[in-house]
């Protein structure tokens, strides 16, 4: 099955549904929410931050937020950075994430952009495998907090 979503700005009218999306309690040491995510882009404006709800129909089902287009720099990764990316506990395992993936994937293709970065703790539950099925390789590097940084090249994904 092919989720089928749509990326939507966060309003006033969806912000309460959209930061009531939580993901499995054992995946939030992975994971921050919705909220902490809005505190770190506050936080971060140097770090161009763009997110969106991830929507099927009308209802928040996720969340994305990616550095947009911005110049590396110690703390910062880029031009364009994976930061968060979420499907709430009752929602996973429906595709939501490829989905989004493959939404982003054509975003960033549309804005010229050649890779895309993320990162991820290592351990059991860790998102790597999923992002590991989708073609992002590990870089060998490591972030601030030791995390894996991993690539994804776009001229190679469909």
Not at 48 to 53: D, L
Not at 60 to 67: D, Q
């Given at each position: 099955m092919s989720a089928q979503i749509r990326l939507a700005e966060i309003t006033d009218a969806n912000?309460?549904?959209?930061?009531?999306?939580?993901?499995?309690p054992a995946q939030e040491r992975f994971v921050a929410s919705v909220e902490k995510?809005?505190?770190?882009?506050?936080?971060?404006?140097e770090a161009?931050?763009?997110?969106?709800?991830v929507c099927d129909?009308?209802?928040?089902?996720?969340?994305?937020?990616?550095?947009?287009n911005v110049t590396p720099q110690p703390g910062i990764a880029g031009p364009y950075f994976l930061w968060r990316l979420l499907v709430g506990a009752?929602?996973?395992?429906?595709g939501y994430g490829r989905a989004?993936?493959?939404?982003?994937?054509?975003?960033?293709?549309?804005?010229?952009?050649?890779?895309?970065?993320?990162?991820?703790?290592?351990?059991e539950g860790s998102p790597e495998p999923f992002y590991r099925r989708y073609g992002f390789v590990?870089?060998?590097?490591?972030?601030?907090?030791g995390e894996i940084i991993l690539r994804l090249e776009l001229a190679s994904q469909p």
């Open positions: 912000r309460d549904a959209v930061v009531a999306v939580r993901v499995h995510s809005f505190q770190d882009a506050r936080a971060n404006p161009n931050p763009w997110f969106r709800a129909g009308d209802v928040p089902v996720g969340f994305v937020m990616l550095s947009w009752e929602h996973q395992g429906r989004v993936l493959d939404e982003v994937v054509t975003l960033l293709r549309a804005e010229g952009a050649s890779e895309l970065l993320t990162s991820c703790v290592p351990g590990p870089t060998g590097e490591t972030d601030e907090d």
